[in-house]
Nanobody, 118 residues
Framework: QVQLVESGGGLVQAGGSLRLSCAASGRTFSISAMGWFRQAPGKEREFVAAITWRGTNTYYADSVKGRFTISRDNAKNTVYLQMNSLKPEDTAVYYC???????????WGQGTQVTVSS
């Protein structure tokens, strides 16, 4: 199996930036795609972004298009989420994911908190 460990969360003011990282270990040769979901207090978990592992396809939720960028470093088995122009509504626990289907991933990280103050 693949194990996922996120890092990079924190507190930032509105308009600021953060970069999340997710390092994969284990059976990394089996990775098809990796991505990010988030869950805000009292809300359902939602898809944020995803990237294929061997191609160049990226996918974004409408709410983050133009502000967030997902990228990967295959040599480091790491995926990144660069978040710019952050808004208070981006406050959530962000989860790294891995799996064949980007909308229903097979594996989840432990999550990292992102808090955007107004």
């Amino acid at each position: 199996q693949v194990q996922l460990v996120e890092s990079g969360g924190g507190l930032v003011q509105a308009g600021g930036s953060l970069r999340l990282s997710c390092a994969a270990s284990g059976r990394t040769f089996s990775i098809s795609a990796m991505g990010w979901f988030r869950q805000a207090p009292g809300k359902e978990r939602e898809f944020v972004a995803a990237i294929t592992w061997r191609g160049t396809n990226t996918y974004y939720a409408d709410s983050v298009k133009g502000r967030f960028t997902i990228s990967r470093d295959n040599a480091k088995n790491t995926v990144y989420l660069q978040m710019n122009s952050l808004k208070p509504e981006d406050t959530a626990v962000y989860y790294c994911t891995e799996g064949l289907n980007i909308r229903t991933p097979d594996r989840w990280g432990q999550g990292t908190q992102v808090t955007v103050s107004s």
